[in-house]
């Protein structure tokens, strides 16, 4: 009977065992409730975006979205957003904290490019105007395409800041992503949230700054050549650009890059990059940053703003005065008055350089020179692309970065002239004389069925190449140099009192549709070759070039600022118009 029992009650115990472990392996244990929100019951491995959002402050469905307190994956992630950075997604999410900066992007012009379709279509002749505010968000879903805009939307129009990264190809050249295209550091992975910084790296400008006027490469002593690798080392072209079909030389790099290694953030302001919340028609209008603003620094007590972007930050020191910019009064807040020395923070680590103010010396002071943007003296080179060939075919099929999809229409792109040496000068859109390289100098063909059509649109634009060296160039190289003074390369000489030319490259037997030299901006009359897209840009007239020519006959002799004529330039005049000088004698 007792064995009877006891079998009773180890089948009994059996049947419960085997209940609980069927009820245990059948139904889910409810997850631990975890704050700020559910999410992180299954992501809390996750690290930070960065210390401004700490994940137990802000979770993840704040900023992404989704049902902050389903306990499954499926309704967790209904309705979440990957990337909420895209500028749709930014408007819902980021617009909680962000609203200010939100509504300056937006209208900014990484986002719209509209100064770059404005320019087209004007150089085109499509349009009369140049300072319409048309961007890409405008343009979508347009049916009657000009060649023109065609042009923009297959070459330029992958470079804008909201660019779905998901189309490209290359995942190594994607661009956009929103606000994550300029301040992501690096990429998400399994136990990693993607980083955010204001310490941006000069790499992540560099994906879009690297064709037109190539500012982000020469800044870093990268011309691209004519598409030869040499040299050739280790089984392959040792000189090829990061998208592996673009070759370059190495050329001298900026100062600032070359001796401080400073990046792209440490000189431009948060507004000239983010925008000042107003539409602008050009790139100009919207950069904030002059040379001047460091080296000869406007000092003012930090403001609210000046703190947060320091503490943010977390490398520069705060200080009670820092520099402010001239043009949108924005605060520098890493260049800072410590006595009487301007000190220089770098951006990424804190590096602390003591920043030399603008001299007061003859080169700087004479009014002689008053007009000189600081880009015309102390720029070395300019990456100068002479007769891009543009070829079009209509019936071909190309992808559209704006509808972001193969549309009607293909181009292939060519070069044929490319120099670096000896910048052009002119007079720019700031009303000063500064640099000037093709922008840009189409020659273009355009296959119709059997019919070949042909056009050509010759531009020059003004810009400071970011070649900045400390040694200016020559008095010789600005007031004798032929290429400098726009005439193109050839040989100068003065005759009777005129200038005369010799041109290098002829326009004519190499075939192309106009008779001056490919190179050349103007004539020795002061007639204008090409076209500029500001109303106050130019080449030198008539008048100008007598005037820069002439001087030479004093730099033969006095060719350098030491020079005591220098020391006080009217009283020198004086004498010479005076007949007191050893000059006439």
């Given at each position: 009977?007792?064995?009877?029992?006891?079998?009773?009650?180890?089948?009994?115990?059996?049947?419960?065992?085997?209940?609980?472990?069927?009820?245990?392996?059948?139904?889910?244990?409810?997850?631990?409730?975890?704050?700020?929100?559910?999410?992180?019951?299954?992501?809390?491995?996750?690290?930070?975006?960065?210390?401004?959002?700490?994940?137990?402050?802000?979770?993840?469905?704040?900023?992404?979205?989704?049902?902050?307190?389903?306990?499954?994956?499926?309704?967790?992630?209904?309705?979440?957003?990957?990337?909420?950075?895209?500028?749709?997604?930014?408007?819902?999410?980021?617009?909680?904290?962000?609203?200010?900066?939100?509504?300056?992007?937006?209208?900014?012009?990484?986002?719209?490019?509209?100064?770059?379709?404005?320019?087209?279509?004007?150089?085109?002749?499509?349009?009369?105007?140049?300072?319409?505010?048309?961007?890409?968000?405008?343009?979508?879903?347009?049916?009657?395409?000009?060649?023109?805009?065609?042009?923009?939307?297959?070459?330029?129009?992958?470079?804008?800041?909201?660019?779905?990264?998901?189309?490209?190809?290359?995942?190594?050249?994607?661009?956009?992503?929103?606000?994550?295209?300029?301040?992501?550091?690096?990429?998400?992975?399994?136990?990693?949230?993607?980083?955010?910084?204001?310490?941006?790296?000069?790499?992540?400008?560099?994906?879009?700054?690297?064709?037109?006027?190539?500012?982000?490469?020469?800044?870093?002593?990268?011309?691209?050549?004519?598409?030869?690798?040499?040299?050739?080392?280790?089984?392959?072209?040792?000189?090829?650009?990061?998208?592996?079909?673009?070759?370059?030389?190495?050329?001298?790099?900026?100062?600032?890059?070359?001796?401080a290694k400073m990046e792209c953030i440490d000189c431009h302001s948060e507004k000239g990059v983010m925008g000042d919340g107003k539409k602008h028609y050009h790139m100009e209008e919207a950069e904030d940053i002059k040379c001047k603003d460091c080296h000869k620094a406007n000092f003012k007590k930090a403001n609210a703003l000046a703190q947060t972007l320091a503490q943010t930050n977390e490398k520069v020191p705060l200080a009670k005065e820092v520099a402010y910019s001239k043009k949108f009064n924005s605060p520098l807040y890493n260049v800072q008055k410590d006595g009487n020395q301007t000190i220089f923070y770098r951006k990424m680590d804190g590096k602390k350089f003591n920043l030399k103010e603008m001299s007061d010396k003859p080169y700087h002071t004479l009014a002689i020179h008053k007009r000189l943007d600081c880009s015309a003296c102390h720029s070395s080179w300019i990456p100068s692309c002479y007769g891009c060939h543009e070829v079009y075919f209509e019936n071909g099929k190309q992808f559209d970065w704006v509808e972001r999809k193969n549309t009607k229409g293909q181009w292939q792109e060519l070069r044929s002239f490319l120099r670096f040496e000896s910048p052009s000068l002119g007079i720019g859109y700031n009303k000063k004389i500064m640099p000037f390289a093709p922008g840009c100098q189409v020659i273009g063909t355009v296959f119709k069925n059997k019919k070949i059509e042909k056009f050509h649109h010759m531009a020059m634009a003004g810009w400071d190449p970011h070649t900045t060296q400390k040694v200016s160039r020559t008095c010789v190289d600005c007031h004798f140099n032929p290429a400098t003074l726009g005439l193109g390369r050839g040989n100068l000489d003065i005759k009777d009192g005129n200038i005369t030319f010799e041109p290098i490259y002829n326009s004519v037997k190499s075939g192309m549709p106009f008779s001056y030299p490919i190179d050349a901006f103007v004539s020795t009359e002061g007639k204008e070759f090409q076209t500029v897209s500001r109303k106050e840009a130019r080449s030198f007239n008539r008048g100008e070039l007598q005037k820069i020519v002439g001087a030479y006959k004093c730099i033969i002799c006095h060719d350098s600022y030491d020079d005591k004529i220098y020391r006080d330039f009217n009283r020198s005049k004086k004498l010479f118009y005076s007949g007191k000088t050893s000059c006439l004698r």
């Open positions: 009977m007792k064995y009877k029992n006891l079998i009773y009650i180890l089948a009994l115990a059996s049947v419960i065992l085997l209940i609980f472990s069927v009820f245990s392996n059948g139904v889910k244990k409810s997850p631990k409730i975890t704050k700020p929100d559910q999410c992180l019951s299954c992501h809390n491995s996750m690290s930070d975006m960065d210390s401004a959002h700490p994940k137990e402050i802000f979770g993840c469905a704040l900023c992404h979205g989704g049902n902050r307190w389903a306990t499954d994956k499926k309704n967790a992630h209904r309705g979440m957003v990957l990337n909420p950075a895209r500028l749709e997604h930014a408007g819902i999410f980021c617009v909680k904290c962000h609203k200010d900066i939100l509504k300056r992007v937006s209208k900014s012009m990484m986002n719209s490019q509209s100064g770059i379709l404005n320019v087209l279509k004007y150089q085109w002749g499509e349009s009369r105007e140049l300072n319409k505010t048309v961007g890409i968000q405008d343009i979508r879903g347009d049916k009657n395409i000009s060649l023109a805009q065609n042009h923009f939307r297959k070459l330029c129009a992958a470079c804008h800041i909201n660019q779905d990264e998901k189309v490209f190809q290359n995942q190594k050249t994607a661009r956009g992503g929103g606000c994550s295209d300029c301040h992501r550091v690096t990429k998400t992975n399994k136990n990693h949230h993607a980083t955010f910084s204001t310490r941006i790296p000069s790499k992540n400008c560099l994906k879009c700054h690297n064709r037109s006027n190539r500012i982000g490469l020469s800044y870093e002593g990268i011309f691209e050549s004519e598409g030869y690798g040499t040299p050739y080392k280790h089984g392959d072209f040792s000189h090829k650009m990061s998208d592996g079909r673009r070759f370059y030389y190495k050329l001298p790099d900026d100062i600032h890059h070359r001796v």
